[in-house]
T-cell receptor
Framework: GQNIDQPTEMTATEGAIVQINCTYQ??????LFWYQQHAGEAPTFLSY????GLEEKGRFSSFLSRSKGYSYLLLKELQMKDSASYLC????????????FGTGTRLTVIP | EPEVTQTPSHQVTQMGQEVILRCVPI?????FYWYRQILGQKVEFLVS????????KSEIFDDQFSVERPDGSNFTLKIRSTKLEDSAMYFC???????????FGSGTQLSVL
């Protein structure tokens, strides 16, 4: 089973940096994903970590610590269009490569 | 970029009716999934499908649900007798394999009246 926790809502200012945390407990960890979801739309892939450390992709970075069951998504130079829900998802060590999602963090970017 | 396509985008049905939600996964993908998201709640796993059979299913995926890959391109979710609580956005997803991201379709909004 999985237990994935993230803050429900966050607010940040345009141009700033925001860090969205995610903690998880799982019986067999096989990777952590971050997805972005705008209201009424499908989740879209942002980043993937399977080893400890930081993965950087333009304005988005994601960090993983497997021993602590912890990840964060870092968004730099925030833009108004970054207002969305950010979903932390864990992949377990099964043959099916399923993802199990947290409740998501709704980020509001204000001018 | 290749896309997962879903039809219809909206489906309204009466309680007790059967519905079929359709998906065309990305053509070279091997793993197929259905997820659902009740308004304001998290994305929930329903079922995964690989090598023409169900590989894993959640508690939500009871006897009222079934999946099928009737040909080489389509992947369908059938709900035999819909209930009010089946109202949700249903997302189809596909993936190429280990350590690969899942691509999600734009969803079918199912409303059961």
């Amino acid at each position: 089973g999985q237990n994935i926790d993230q803050p429900t809502e966050m607010t940040a200012t345009e141009g700033a940096i925001v860090q969205i945390n995610c903690t998880y407990q799982t019986s067999g960890f096989n990777g952590l994903f971050w997805y972005q979801q705008h209201a009424g739309e499908a989740p879209t892939f942002l980043s993937y970590n399977v080893l400890d450390g930081l993965e950087e992709k333009g304005r988005f970075s994601s960090f993983l610590s497997r021993s602590k069951g912890y990840s964060y998504l870092l968004l730099k130079e925030l833009q108004m269009k970054d207002s969305a829900s950010y979903l932390c998802a864990v992949r377990e060590q099964t043959g099916a490569n399923n993802l199990f999602f947290g409740t998501g963090t709704r980020l509001t970017v204000i001018p | 970029e290749p896309e997962v396509t879903q039809t219809p985008s909206h489906q309204v049905t009466q309680m007790g009716q059967e519905v079929i939600l359709r998906c065309v996964p990305i053509s070279n993908h091997l793993y197929f999934y259905w997820y659902r998201q009740i308004l304001g709640q998290k994305v929930e796993f329903l079922v995964s499908f690989y090598n023409n059979e169900i590989s894993e299913k959640s508690e939500i995926f009871d006897d009222q649900f079934s999946v099928e890959r009737p040909d080489g391109s389509n992947f369908t979710l059938k709900i035999r007798s819909t209930k009010l609580e089946d109202s949700a956005m249903y997302f189809c997803a596909s993936g190429g394999g280990d350590n690969e991201k899942l691509f999600f379709g734009s969803g079918t909004q199912l409303s059961v009246l």
